[in-house]
């Protein structure tokens, strides 16, 4: 299901870039911003990651940002608090990888529109009950851009 959305998605920006339509702001250089934005995602998930990772990455997040990754965060509303609510819990969770390594895969861009994919795996001991919870798998991000910030977040895995 996942894939199928994603290869629609592609081909829909893909024709969309075909007839011409551009970002609003000529000068925002969508490829650029993702790999400024794959970054500062890296480095807020890294073992030695520091509040100021943090906020380099929440810097490119629009304040009502909306987010959705399934099956954590299953609305992807904007709400005016939405960077504080990201920042609360990018810090909740700091400091708990033990391990990290994300290998940026492919990038799409299109009209206000990013899709990111990359491998992660990840190492870590939950904050609450303390146990090793290790992931490894394919993202997919898709990044809605306003004004040449990240407006809504949508992520997928497999």
Partial sequence: MNRVLIVLLSFLL???NSHGHQNDNKSFNGEQFAKQ?????TASQS???TKADIENYLA????DIGHQHFPYDVSDER?????MNMRKGMNYYLAAHTEYRA???????GHDVIILQYDTYAKATHPDNKRTVVIDQRM???????Q???SVIRKYSQ
């Fill in 14 to 16: 893909s024709i969309s």
């Fill in 37 to 41: 934005y794959f970054t500062a995602w």
């Fill in 47 to 49: 073992i030695n990651a």
């Fill in 60 to 63: 490119l997040l629009t304040d």
């Fill in 79 to 83: 709400l005016a608090n939405g960077k």
């Fill in 103 to 109: 290998k940026l895969v492919s990038i799409t861009t």
């Fill in 140 to 146: 997919t991000e898709i990044l809605e851009i306003e």
């Fill in 148 to 150: 040449g910030k990240v």
